[in-house]
Nanobody
Framework: VQLQASGGGLVQPGGSLRLSCAAS????????MGWYRQAPGKQRELVARINRGGSTNYEDSVKGRFTISRDNAKSTVDLQLNSLKPEDTAIYYCNADDWSPVRGTVAYWGQGTQVTVSS
């Protein structure tokens, strides 16, 4: 499984960005897709995740500001970031979880895209 992320950049506080991630390869066992982020000096954390059925969960600080969406036919997962704050500054990573009864969960990662929120 390969993940290609795009859409990061520099934005002022209160602004918006849209991150996109395209998955390719053997996608038949992909269950969850999502976005994580890692700020300097901090651990990587889950931002938002969506399963095949469309159920979502979000990190508390982004609820009401970020929206994750998934297109199973196109194998893409997008993250709409609104009302951005300086504390949202981080490298954002696309994630896909492959699950099988033999191997369990195997996580795949995209290359990361920088989001910088600054005036």
């Amino acid at each position: 499984v390969q993940l290609q992320a795009s859409g990061g950049g520099l934005v002022q506080p209160g602004g918006s960005l849209r991150l996109s991630c395209a998955a390719s390869g053997n996608l038949g066992r992909i269950v969850n897709m999502g976005w994580y982020r890692q700020a300097p000096g901090k651990q990587r954390e889950l931002v938002a995740r969506i399963n095949r059925g469309g159920s979502t969960n979000y990190e508390d600080s982004v609820k009401g500001r970020f929206t994750i969406s998934r297109d199973n036919a196109k194998s893409t997962v997008d993250l709409q970031l609104n009302s951005l704050k300086p504390e949202d500054t981080a490298i954002y990573y696309c994630n896909a979880d492959d699950w099988s009864p033999v191997r369990g969960t195997v996580a795949y990662w995209g290359q990361g895209t920088q989001v910088t929120v600054s005036s």
